[in-house]
């Protein structure tokens, strides 16, 4: 097993960007010339108004990530890119299971089955019910296994939300940038070039 592979862990790319028409695709492309497979994929508003935020999760080495953040940052609409492990973020995703109502009425383990797994009902009908849980890809694919046995019909699971643990948020620093005066062009620079310790969380 070459070393390469086992560096390789799942990290967690956040996007801030003006929303563009377009722009979700050129992203994707970037990943599809690499031939890279994304892993989950979740845009939506950001705590800032009229920006928007991608959470883009792949299974990678830091070395490939790093290099793929700085391309993605060089999109016009681009603001700002993160990346961190998952241990420095606070994740979920979502899952729903469609499942036979006669089944979860005649079996009370299964009511308590779905109880232990923090899942709930949002949808009871005649003929089936939709459960819905939180949690990491592990819980809910557990899930999947404790429910198949009892005639799962159907499952689907969102992509991932996450939240930085150690972040300051961008919405400050993007305030604070913008009270700056505006400067020369030797200001500028200097503000290229110490754009990473500005931006950086």
């Excluded at 377009?22 to 970037?30: K, Y």
């Excluded at 606070?90 to 499942?99: D, F, G, H, R, S």
């Amino acid at each position: 097993m070459n070393q390469n592979h086992i560096d390789r862990q799942e990290f967690n790319i956040t996007v801030y960007t003006e929303h563009h028409v377009g722009l979700l695709n050129r992203i994707a492309t970037i990943f599809s010339r690499r031939k890279m497979n994304i892993e989950s994929l979740n845009t939506s508003p950001s705590e800032i108004e009229g920006i928007h935020r991608f959470n883009i999760v792949i299974n990678e080495t830091e070395d490939v990530i790093r290099k793929l953040t700085r391309q993605i940052e060089k999109q016009v609409e681009v603001l700002k890119v993160y990346y961190h492990t998952n241990e420095d973020v606070i994740w979920q995703e979502m899952a729903l299971y469609k499942v036979p109502t006669d089944v979860i009425a005649e079996k009370a383990l299964v009511e308590r089955l779905l109880r232990e797994n923090g899942a709930r009902a949002v949808v009871i009908r005649k003929d089936y019910t939709v459960f819905e849980t939180t949690g990491h890809r592990e819980e809910t694919d557990n899930l999947i296994k404790v429910l198949q046995p009892y005639g799962l019909i159907e499952f689907v699971r969102s992509a991932r939300i996450a939240i930085i643990k150690g972040s300051e948020g961008f919405n400050r620093k993007l305030r604070e940038f913008e009270r700056a005066e505006p400067g020369s062009e030797t200001l500028e620079n200097e503000y290229l070039n110490s754009r990473e310790k500005i931006f950086s969380m």
